[in-house]
């Protein structure tokens, strides 16, 4: 019996193991379509920003009462995974709380934490799953939340709840068990799942021991599925905004990375530089029209995104009427680099299938919205800057299609004419001083 459980254990732990690899090589792939970027600097400053923003989760706490239900899910999803992995443990070797043995007296104690830890996630994914689909806050319904990222979100959220639900129930078998049967191992008692007793005490051994096998069964099934599911979902946040939040750009927000082509050019016009011989080479696109014109950070960040839509809930754009939402930016990179990555594996003509990012996935109109203001990079909890995303294809825009707002293009004319946005010759520029004297 143990040795048809280990080698079935075995095969859905294999199974699962493959095709977590598998997702993970494609989303690899994906964000290697991406430019090049060599992010080698302020290792210090990286790292902290990790540990603060990642794994301290410090930019959630500007909404206390969600960043304390988020940082109950985060927690039990850390720490109950220790008990997966006395799980992972008893499924290879065929034991039974294998842990007990190794911690005594202190088994009990870390058994009662987790089951505090598993009620405290299943409160939470209630109150969360109640706020999207009873209260429904208008970030969670606005139109680029359609149906699969709705129902991604509640899938996730039920189900959390459903696991929980059964390491309580198999632990309140368990303890039965071990009252009719001395052998069992001791885990002292477990309060919360000691609540749940009295609904089984009519249930013979065997019946117990089915119970107790079925949940330990649905809950290692059901953490393999997760690990699987995660690599399509958005909840990929768990393990991107790790590296996303390492990578993130550390210059000030307003500052714009400009082009060093364009700003030599710029500055030699100016008269601050001499225009430097430049090597022949070939010329590359100005901003981003696709993909694999975004540096592959913009892309990763594109998997990190978590779609909380707190960043279009800060965008004056957004606020104001307009087209753009800078979750969607994020949402439709993401489905830009899947539909890509999809027509690659199965051999069709990936990124050259005669779509763009700009044009078939996000308009002009949404762009042109844009005020710059950076609300959106503040507001992110995971560090994203669908800023960049935007001024990249609006270089694109202005620079390879001139095709800015005609308000726009006079403006870029004055500037380059006049140094400043305004019709009047620089030289002019002080006669208002020696009006007024
Ligand atoms: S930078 Fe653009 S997208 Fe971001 S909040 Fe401001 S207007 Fe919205
Ligand atoms: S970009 Fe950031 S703030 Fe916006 S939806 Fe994604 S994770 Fe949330």
Known sequence: MYIAQQVAFLITLTVAGILVRRRVLFIRNNIRLGKANVINDRHGERLKNMLLVAFGQKKMFKRPVA?????????????INLEVLEFIIDGFFGTHRIFASFLGPLYPWMMNFFEALAVAVMLACLVFLLRRFVIRIPRFWSSEMTTWPRLDAALILTTEIVLMWAILFMNASDQL??????????????????????LLESLTPGSLLILERFCWWFHIIGILGFSVYITYSKHLHIFLAFPNTYYARLEPKGQINNM???????????G??????QAPSEPGRFGAKDINDLQWNSLMAAYSCTECGRCTSECPANLSGKKL??????????DRMEDVGKSMASGGPGIADGKFLLGDYITKEEINACTSCNACVEACPVMISPLDIIIEMR???????????AQWNSMFQNIETNFA?????????????????
Do not use: C
Request: charged share 20%.
């Open 325 to 334: 939402s800078p979750r969607k930016i994020m949402m439709d990179v993401r």
């Open 260 to 270: 060093p082509v364009v700003t030599r050019e710029v500055r030699s016009m100016l």
């Open 421 to 437: 946005p305004w019709k009047f010759p620089s030289s002019d520029r002080f006669k208002w001083a020696s009006e007024n004297s």
């Open 177 to 198: 068990l071990q009252q009719v049967n001395e052998h069992y191992v001791s885990t002292g008692t477990l309060y919360f799942s000691s609540m749940l007793m009295p």
């Open 272 to 277: 601050l530089e001499a225009a430097a011989p």
């Open 395 to 405: 270089r694109y825009v202005a620079m390879e299609e001139s095709g800015s707002p």
């Open 67 to 79: 960043a304390v239900l988020h940082f109950f899910i985060y927690a039990g999803f850390l720490i």
